[in-house]
């Protein structure tokens, strides 16, 4: 399973953007069950943000997101999007997109992470 994530970039506090991770593979649409977003900043650890069902297409946020962003898929293209909105400077990060196979938590367990894309947020 590979993941490409796509989408970040620099906006004014208050902005939306939409973050984009396409995934390709021979295995992916057997392998996946989930997939999610992550974002990190430097010197701490990797947060957990977003994450879906690949087939029943069920949702789970981090508390520090919910009502601000969306995830969401299209199956079809094997991807999934992260839509941003009313963005505020704590939300600058690298955020990766990640896959995963197991039926624990949305938060946890993911196998397979795509490269990061930058975000930042100017107050």
């Known amino acids: 399973v590979q993941l490409q994530a796509s989408g970040g970039g620099l906006v004014q506090a208050g902005g939306s953007l939409r973050l984009s991770c396409a995934a390709s593979?021979?295995?992916?649409?057997?392998?996946?069950?989930?997939m999610g977003w992550f974002r990190q900043v430097p010197g701490k650890e990797r947060e957990f943000v977003a994450a879906i069902t690949w087939s029943g297409g069920g949702t789970y946020y981090a508390d520090s997101v919910k009502g601000r962003f969306t995830i969401f898929r299209a199956n079809a293209k094997n991807t999934v999007y992260l839509q941003m909105n009313s963005l505020k400077p704590e939300d600058s990060a690298v955020y990766f997109c990640a896959a995963r196979n197991t039926d624990s938590p949305l938060q946890y367990d993911y196998g397979f992470w795509g490269q990061g894309t930058q975000v930042t947020v100017s107050s």
């Open positions: 593979g021979p295995t992916f649409n057997t392998y996946t069950s989930a």
